[in-house]
Structure formats: C-alpha cells, structure tokens
C-alpha cells in the first residue's frame, strides 16, 4: 500500500491505484478539540498523514480516517516558559519568554516546533515518518516563519519524503462538500474569515481580528477571578462553616482549570428579542492600560451588564485545596454564576470602545469589501469552523447578530418617507445629513442580502424565506472541520503544492550558496574599499578616474564599478514566465 | 534543584546560550536521558536522535503487536484491553450469567460486562453487554460502528469531492491544484487567457442561471465549456436542518441547567461527530493505547551509528549507548549558608570588582564567620551567601582530571544576572570506578595526597602513581577527618587547605565547593551554567571506555583525551 511504498513519486502513484482505500494522511488540525481552544494559525499536514497545528492545540491523524488519531494542547509545556500558553503568537515580538528578542523567539518557536512535531510521530502515530507524506493544514494568517520552521522540523529533523500546506479554509469547506463559501475561522489567536470562491481561496480579501479564543480566555479568567466564589475546605469537623473567599485566590485560577470551565459551562445565549440587547454605558471611559484581571472596577460594571437577564444555574466546581489549607478535609469548592458562564463570551460580540470590531461586523466588513457578484453566494455560505466556535450557542447568536446589524435602522426610514422635491436646497440639506450619517449604517448596502444570509452549519438554522442553506452542512464540530477537510484531501490524493524533500535541500542549499556567495563578495568589497582608503589622494584620482574634487556623491562609487556596499549594478532577471504559474 | 546536560545537537561543541534565553533549555536534558555517539564523540538527546520504531505492544496484556495490524487498529489494543472512561484504570471483564454446567452460586457465563476495579464504573452504565469474554475490541466496534454517522458522512463526502477532481477539466489545465507544469511558452500564456476570455465566467452568470432552477448540478450540455469547475450541491446525510430546529438548541439549554462539572474528566467522547449533546452522559471505555520500544540512531549524516536498540522479546537492550557511562555525574547538594555580620556594606551593586572584593573580604573572616547547613528545601533569600557541594562522579575506569569554569556565553544574558557564582577549586581529579572493595586502599592515599592534586593546576602530570604508605589507623583517622572538618590531622597545613578548597574525595567520587551569592533584591530564579572539561587518560593496555578515543591511541602510548561538556544547575527560586 502507499504507506509502505515509503518515498515520494513512484509510491504514490502506485498507491493511488491500487490501493484507494489504505491511504493515511496526517491531518493536523489547527484548533482544539474543544471548543475553547481555538488555534491561532493552523497548518496541518495531509497527503498520507495530515495535521493542524495550531498556536495552542494540534490535531494530528491519517488521512482517510474520520477521526484524528491525536488532538492535543501543544502549549502549556513550552521550553522556559511556565505560563506558555500558545507556541507561537502574532508578531515574533509578543512571544512571552522570548523577552522581546526575536531571534530568541525565533529560537524558541523552532524548538516548540521541532519537540511537538517529534512528539507525534514517536506518541501519536508512531509511524515512520520517512515513510508518509504530510499534508499541513494551514491558517490563512499562518505566520511564515512558523510555516518554515514546520518545514525545517519535517525535512531535516525527520526526513519526510513530502510536504504540501494546504488552506485550512479550502479545506473547510471541503468538509462540507463545497468549493464556495466565506470561512470564518475562530481560533485561539486570532479570527480571520477568508472567501473561498471555486476553491481558490480570496487571500486579499481576507480579515482578521485579535478578538478570538485567547480575548475570550482572558475576559473570562478576570470575570472568574472577581465574581466566581471560592470556599475552601472546613478547618476541622467541629466547625463545618465555609466562608466564602472573594476575589478567587491567583493560586486556583490557573489557566488549566479556566480552560476546563470554559470548555464543559460555558455558552452564548442568543437575546430573545431586541429588549435584551445590551446597554452601553458608554459615560463611564475605560482604563485602557489596567490589566483586565485586576481591573475591579471594570468587572464590577461588567456584572451590572451582564447579570441581569442572565437565567443559568450556578456551577459548582470541586478542586484541591491551596497548600496552606486544611487537608484531607474533601476538596475545595468554587461557584461560578450563571451570568459568567452564559455572558462571558458577549466580548466577541459587543463593540466595546478601544476594542477591535466585534465578530458579526468583521464578517460584514469582509462581505461589503468582495465584489458586488459575490455577496450574495457568499453571505449565504459562510461556514463557521475553530475550537472557539464550538461554543453551545455561538453560531445561533452570530447570526441573530448578524441579522440584527442587517435591519435598517428605524429612524432611516423616517427620512424616506417624505423625501424632499429634486434640486431644493431641502433636498440637498437631506443629502448632506444622509451623508454625514453614513457612518451610523456602515453596512447599508448590505440590508437588501439580510434574507439570503445563511451560516451553513448552524446548528438550529431559522427557516427563513431564502435561507434554505442555512444548517445544510455535515455536522462535524467546528474546531474538527479544516481537520475533516485534510483528511479527505489526503484520501483523494490532492492538496497544496507539494515538496519533496529532494526539492526542499536543494532550495536550501542554493540559498546557503547564494548567502555564501554574497558575503564572499562584500568581503571583496570591504577589502577594496579599504585598499581605496590607504591610497593617497593622486592614487586615488587613477582608480575613480577624475579628479576628486570634482566628483558628486556617490559618483566615485560608480565609476569603480561599485554601488553601495553589497549593491549589485547588473543584476538580470530570469524570464519569469517560466516560473510563474500560469 | 537539578542539573542537566547540553546536548550540541548536531552542531559543534560550543558554549550554550546563558539560561536567561528559554530557547536553551530544549538542549539540556537530565543526564539519565542522554546518549553518547562514541563515532561522533558526541552527546546525543532525544530531540536530535533518529528514532525508528522496533515494536509495539499492549501495556495491558503486553501482547507484542505485529506492525502491520496497528494502524488498522489506530495504535490501541485490539484484544480485550479498555480503560475506564472515569479514572483510566484498565477494565476488568467480569461474567455475570450464569451456564448449566457450573453451578448457580458463581456467574460464569455470558453476557460479560467490562468493570473498572478502581472506581467501579460499570459497562452496564453505558448498557453495553458482550456475549464472549474474548475479542471484546472487536464486538464493541461492531456496536459502535453500527451507530456511528460519520464514516459514512466521511464516504460519501469523498466520492461527491472525487467527481470533482477526476472531472475532465478543459484542455488547457487550469490552476485547480496549480502544481502541474509551469507555462512553457509565452504564446501559450496568450492563447489561453484569449480563451478565458471567451468563456463563461463560472459562478457569475452562469452560477446565477443555475442557482436559480435550484440545482447546481453538473452543467447540462454544456459541462465541457464551463462544468469543470462546478461542484454539485452535496446532499448531507443527517444535516442540522433535518433534525430540526429544537435539537440544535439542546446543547445551549443543557449547559443553561448545568449543575456542576467533574473536573478529570475528559468532556469529549471518542467521537468528533456533533451529536448536539454533551458527551458526559455516553461514555464509552476506550481500548488502551500500544506503546513502542524504539530504536535510536545519531543524527549525523555520516555516522547513523546505532545507539540504543531494545531486544523486542525482553526488557533488554542489545546496544545502549547510554552518556551516564561516559561522562561524570554532576550532583548538587549539601547547602551552607554563611552567617557574617561584614562584609554586607558594599552588597548594593553586582559587578565584578565589588564582588571580588567582598569574596576576598570572606575569605579573611573565613576562620571568623559561620556556616549553618540548610536543608536543600528551604527557600533561598537574596543577599544571602551560600555554598553548595557539587559532587562528581566517574564512571570510567580511570582517573579523570576536570576542570570545572564558568563558560563563556555567545550572547549577552537577557537579564540582569541575580547572583554571583565563585568556584573555589577549579582542577581536580575524580578516581577511577573501581570494584567496591578496592576503595579502602585508594581511600589511603587518596587522604593524604588528595589536597595536592586537588588544587594542582597542572593536571596530566598529578595522576596518582603511588600507594600510600601509611597503615590502616591512619586511613581510617583521615577518613574521619573529611567528615568533621574542623578535627585535626597530623597535617595541619593540608587539613587547613582543605578545608578552603572544599575538595572531598571518596570512591569514584569528588565533591568541590561553589559559592553562590544571591545578590540583594534579586528575584526569579538561580540558574547557572558550568563547563566542564575533562581529560581522561587512553591507553591500549587499559580497556578504557571511550572507544572512538582509543582507535587514535598509539600503540604502547599513553595518551590524553579531553571532553567538554556544559551543565545546567537549577537552584531553584529567591523567595523575598
């Protein structure tokens, strides 16, 4: 079977028809398992085995299979940094231990890398990775170093035959059974929504916004750590009382624990009706610079916002006791409200000030942005997918969202109704206030779509004129999609571009050669240029051929037959036609 | 509290980063987890080696796998091995019919039932029940299986995508997955962008007539021109829609009556399919996991010598080429604080120059100030001095000379440095492993030659050459005096030297002291690297241990080999 046939080429194609059934892919599954733990960027591998990596959780399997042979959290155990959540983040800049270095981050991430992607071959598949192509799901803002030290891990540290990185969206999608749609894909970094138009996904009218899974962590561990009720256990069977301890000790929150929560109670509620919409209190300014986990005042508004309406049961929550408190008197107890578990979410919907657009408006900005034709496929395809969406409750309240941005403001169609005679000044003071308020409907063009919008997997779909798409998809869980997708890719033999290993070296070494050769040349620069200094003045005069005074900036330099240091004068571009892809 | 080995990994020898960068920590490992290339002379770790798997087997019933059946297996036990979905312990299979033959008092007979010896839990939890007690994995399949929608989903999904890879696409290929060939000629490139645009732009016009009869099938008639890039409507099994509207609620209102969560508990069941429930009610035990025994080879390319090879039939090793038997082992303990009312006036600064100052200053009230020994434990407060023993071990069959430094780091620490490391003894020797009862006459000499080669600077000319000559009393009475420091000895002036440079012999093993000033104010933690250099002797009469070393050796000639390695002491945290 193809696994066996070990290398690249000939394997594969045998592979392919005689054995449809045996392929394995890896697929690499960016986001959690859960709900909660969405990843940021998610490559995956796929072609015989495929997987998804994502800044926090991996999801690692063989194609043709339905489920993953491994989904686990990648952070947590990040070299030298304890409270290392996610193996990468944003910029190379923020990654916490680096300490601002990015070399060092840099550094960091390949060993993140590097360890993880060991660790699936040798715990999760144990397979021999010199046997299996790999497919790597990735993240429309995958970052490309992070793409690079994937590569580096898999072609010099396990010596796999091939590597294709494939577009989680695509993929997605494919899950699905489409080639068309807007995916929008809620991780742990980041959320980004990508169109995908007859399986080519619209890179440049991609969008994504900071306000995913780790936004909603935080939010969550702060509201947690000020309103949740902590009761350690009794000091002595004689005095059974608990009291209750406010703010939660920093001890038990740790970011395990919040994880765990947030997976089994936590959800979003949809409002019932416009009534329970969320009121701003937008007198009161925010502190911007406070860290939100000791922002009291903030939590304490936030409870004033949230707890009303809010109708969920309180959680009970069994943990170990701190060790400075009694032992072996049971476990510790903490109650976390109703109103946190069911709100804590609205982060990612609410605008707040100073914060990034929220989730609905970022998909509405991504659709006002795509050209006219494409509006309507796209705003009746949009397939949700990452382990933040596998919340209960998220997509029916995105799309209540959503349709609640699309209705026309009340007041607008006031202004219609008696719309002043052509060519009067009225008219032109109407067009005037029409156009200053532009800003207060952003999304006016959109209104006529509202009835085609349609979220493909939402789980209780409204049956609406028009929105007969809506809850058409298979019902594989959000944060699993992209990984389903590579799976499939890799059972049909298809994918992202691959590169062999052979290919890979190759580059590689060019690349060696070539910075090899250039800093043989500026160091035969470097040495004329010194030569040049020692000469004396009439010497010198011979060499840039005029007389010194007379001589420009930069005129010296060209005469020699020199740029600036390391300028190449005569550089010729290949005939790119024949390596751009037509 | 630990020390750890770097590992080069295929690079040459150098220096690590200072521990401020977290990046260096993935080349430090435990000495017990690293290997030596004695090819390569090299330490290798588990992140550079090449593993390759050797076997697989069941931690349950160690039964060894045949590697072809695991992945059809997906890497668990196949026979009657499950864990229990609450606490993981491995199931029991229990009878609890009853058969004709046996009598009434003792079940034995089907239905079966798996229970958790632990906590417990039941398969009649779950109403799962087996008719035989053997092949369980198998019976559950079936029943799982049975239920599962999504293997189904997943095919059909596959032969709905598959039309529409292998459609014909028109003739010249366009960019489905734009691998194939770049364009050979620019004419080329002309002529095909004349064609597209000609054709139909797929999904505008077209899309829209389609969309409109409510299929968007495969183009009639006209599939050649712009079908090919059309995907059919696939038609979902069990979609959301179908189960209706309240299902898709469930979860939401589920989770809204929640009344407490078990922590330990994994929430997601085997499955990834959403079945709108949480999974906590319908849990069923999975079939415990294989493991592998792998064998390992160094990385480099010219070597790929093998450096452990398990025996698949045993817990054995054919070849273990393990680094505890090649290099020294560094252990930390044994920590004295010092109590001195001086030289506290200048502690506000941490250069070196101070620093100097103020260990010259202790050196002086040495024979005034204290040391109280502390438990290892006890949390570590700035300003404080301490001095630690840092004990060498030799597993070689011979002497080695180390010197002990603090190497020189490539960059610059990230942080600011929150202690001051002064090693007293630089060079010492560590004896030879030797049989046990062999000590007692090394121990002899070892007391009163000891302090010399102890701070000899000149190693290879120190190697002990003779017996020592005084009787048992006397051995037995310096042996007593490494222990009580403070007891004079005949020897007066060594017993004194001694005690300053902190060297104490015994065995195979050496202990030298380092003095770690915590500097005032300082957080975080104390981490510190140390080089180590070692030169050991090889000759070709003795069968000394590193073998690559000893191909070099000249026949009949004594030769000196050095290693270096650098470690990584963790003294834990300064608590304020």
Known sequence: MAASSSTAGAGEVQATYLTPTKKAAFANAEAGPSRARPAGASPAYSSRRHSLPGSRCWKVGLSGEVDPRAVFDAGGDGYGDREGMEIWDLGLDQVEAARGSKAEARRLIRVRVLKQIRAIYTKHIMTDPKARKVIVVENTYLPSYVKDEIAKSLFDNLKVPSVSFTPASVLALAACGRITGLVMDIGWLETTITPVHHSRPLFHLARCSPLAGRRLHRRFKALFRHHARYYPPPTSFSYLTRQAIQPVPAEIITNDLVQRIMQQACFVSTPSGPAAEVERTEDQPMPADLDELDDADLMDRLRGRYAPGADATDVRISTTPLPHETQGMGPATLVVPGWIRERAAEVLFDDEEGEAVSIPELVLQCISKLPVDLRPIMISTILVVGGTASLPGFIPRLHTSLLRSLRPPSSSLHDNENPAPLHTPQHRTAETQAWRKRHLEPYKELYPLSPKLAILNDPSPLDGEGGSKGGSAPRWRPGLMSWVGGSLAGALKTGGPEMLREEYDALVLAHAEKGEAYRYRLAGEDAFFAEMSKQSPGDMEGTVGGSIEDLLPGMALSRAGQGKRGWEADVRVGDWSRVVQA | ?576
């Open chain 2, 1 to 576: 509290m630990s020390v750890r080995y770097h590992c080069s990994h295929l690079a040459d020898p150098a220096p690590p980063l200072p521990p401020s960068y977290a990046s260096s920590s993935s080349s430090f490992n435990p000495l017990g987890e690293l290997y030596f290339c004695e090819e390569c002379d090299a330490v290798r770790c588990d992140l550079c080696c090449v593993s390759e798997i050797a076997s697989y087997f069941c931690p349950n019933c160690t039964f060894d796998v045949p590697s072809a059946n695991v992945r059809g297996d997906k890497n668990r036990c196949a026979r009657s091995c499950f864990s229990c979905p609450d606490c993981t312990t491995p199931l029991q299979v229990q009878a609890t019919g009853t058969t004709e033959d046996a009598g009434p008092s003792a079940p034995s007979g089907p239905p079966f039932i798996l229970i958790c010896p632990c906590c417990r839990w039941s398969s009649r939890e779950v109403a799962l029940e087996f008719e035989k007690s053997a092949g369980l994995a198998l019976q559950l399949q079936k029943l799982l299986s049975a239920k599962d929608p999504a293997q189904p989903e997943f095919d059909a999904l596959k032969d709905h995508l598959d039309t529409y890879i292998t459609s014909p696409a028109p003739a010249p290929t366009p960019a489905r997955s734009a691998s194939k060939h770049p364009t050979r000629h620019i004419s080329h490139l002309t002529q095909m962008a004349a064609k597209a645009l000609h054709r139909d732009v797929p999904g505008m016009a077209a899309a829209g007539a389609v969309a409109k009869s409510g299929l968007r099938r495969e183009m009639k008639g006209g599939g050649e021109r712009y079908g090919w890039d059309e995907l059919g409507e696939y038609g979902t099994k069990e979609s959301w829609r179908a189960r209706g509207l309240e299902r898709g609620d469930e979860d939401v209102e589920a989770m809204r009556r929640l009344g407490g969560i078990r922590m330990g508990v994994e929430p997601e069941g085997s499955s990834w399919y959403n079945d709108g429930k949480r999974r906590l009610t319908n849990r069923y035990p999975e079939r415990i996991p294989l493991q592998t025994k792998l064998t390992k080879r160094c990385p480099h390319p010219a070597c790929r010598h093998l450096l452990i090879q398990p025996d698949t039939k045993s817990t054995r090793f054919k070849i273990k080429m393990v680094a505890a038997n090649y290099l020294p082992v560094v252990e930390i303990g044994r920590r004295r604080r010092r109590i001195d009312g001086g030289g506290h006036g200048l502690m506000s600064t941490g250069s070196m120059e101070e620093a100097e100052v103020r260990r010259k200053e202790r050196r002086r009230l040495r024979g005034r100030g204290e040391e109280v020994d502390e438990d290892m434990g006890a949390p570590i407060r700035p300003g404080e001095v301490y001095t630690f023993q840092i004990a060498f071990t030799n597993p070689l069959y011979d002497p080695i000379q180390v010197r002990l430094t603090q190497p020189t780091a490539p960059l610059p620490a990230l942080l600011p440095a929150n202690h001051l490391i002064h090693i007293p003894t630089r060079d010492f020797i560590v004896n030879p492993l030797k049989d046990a009862w062999s000590y007692d006459d090394e121990e002899e000499y070892a007391d009163m030659e000891g302090t010399e080669m102890g701070t000899s600077e000149d190693g290879s000319s120190v190697l002990p050459s003779s017996r020592g000559t005084l009787g048992p009393a006397a051995g037995k009475r310096s042996r007593l005096s490494v222990l009580a420091t403070s007891s004079g000895g005949t020897l007066r002036d060594k017993e004194r030297r001694k005690r300053e440079s902190e060297v104490d012999k015994k065995g195979n093993c050496t202990k030298v002291g380092v003095e770690v000033e915590i500097l005032p104010g300082a957080t975080g933690e104390v981490v510190f690297d140390l080089e180590v250099r070692f030169t050991y002797r090889v000759d070709d009469t003795d069968g000394s241990k590193p073998k690559g070393a000893e191909k070099e050796t000249q026949k009949g000639k004594e030769e000196y080999k050095h290693f270096t390695f650098w470690a990584r002491v963790d003294l834990g945290c300064i608590s304020p």
